[in-house]
T-cell receptor, first 113, second 114 residues
Framework: EAGVTQSPTHLIKTRGQQATLRCSPISGHTSVYWYQQALGLGLQFLLWYDEGEERNRGNFPPRFSGRQFPNYSSELNVNALELEDSALYLCASSPKGLDTEAFFGQGTRLTVV | AQSVTQLGSHVSVSEGALVLLRCNYSSSVPPYLFWYVQYPNQGLQLLLKYTSAATLVKGINGFEAEFKKSETSFHLTKPSAHMSDAAEYFC????????????FGKGTTLSVSS
């Protein structure tokens, strides 16, 4: 069974540009979570989608947005990129239920120059 | 709101020694608690989870953790460290309430020397 897949694995953008990151959850999982892992800051919760709806978002500015498609895959968009947005962006998926395990992808390394 | 504090950003042990990684949580309602491990250049893998059943939870690779409500702790232990245990470990918390997600600690890097 395929795990959570993220694309691209690496992304280099210039300050002010937009970045789009993609995530395909495990088959049967309806929830998708996005986290930012910046150096020294641990994993910061960004967004949670379930059944196509945004369920919760972390303490990030509105230029971080996303969506979930009918097939439960998800996109994370970051507009007006800043140098501080350079980080590993991790996607996770889980079936329904908050006590279930969240399975993580390998991440997308975003570098803003 | 719930939160997690991991005490010690770096822990170093010798091969064969006890591993103890500390995690304290804050939650106004009964929490669900998790430990994840991240190897270099990889995503996170679940080690174990507590979801209000047994307070002593056994996970993969010989790790276990004990939920202590009185101490608001969920420390991760392993009796004998192996070189392959060197990685970054994250404690996480959530609650059984719609609209919440996993909240992670800042992580503890475990180094194992021979």
């Amino acid at each position: 069974e395929a795990g959570v897949t993220q694309s691209p694995t690496h992304l280099i953008k210039t300050r002010g540009q937009q970045a789009t990151l993609r995530c395909s959850p495990i088959s049967g999982h309806t929830s998708v979570y996005w986290y930012q892992q910046a150096l020294g800051l641990g994993l910061q919760f960004l967004l949670w989608y379930d059944e196509g709806e945004e369920r919760n978002r972390g303490n990030f500015p509105p230029r971080f947005s996303g969506r979930q498609f009918p097939n439960y895959s998800s996109e994370l968009n970051v507009n007006a990129l800043e140098l501080e947005d350079s980080a590993l962006y991790l996607c996770a998926s889980s079936p329904k239920g908050l006590d279930t395990e969240a399975f993580f992808g390998q991440g997308t390394r975003l570098t803003v120059v | 709101a719930q939160s997690v504090t991991q005490l010690g950003s770096h822990v170093s042990v010798s091969e064969g020694a006890l591993v103890l990684l500390r995690c304290n949580y804050s939650s106004s309602v009964p929490p669900y608690l998790f430990w994840y491990v991240q190897y270099p250049n990889q995503g996170l893998q679940l080690l174990l989870k507590y979801t209000s059943a047994a307070t002593l939870v056994k996970g993969i690779n010989g790790f276990e953790a004990e939920f202590k409500k009185s101490e608001t702790s969920f420390h991760l232990t392993k009796p004998s460290a192996h070189m392959s245990d060197a990685a970054e470990y994250f404690c996480a918390v959530t609650i059984n309430q719609a609209g919440t997600a996993l909240i992670f600690g800042k992580g503890t890097t475990l180094s194992v020397s021979s």
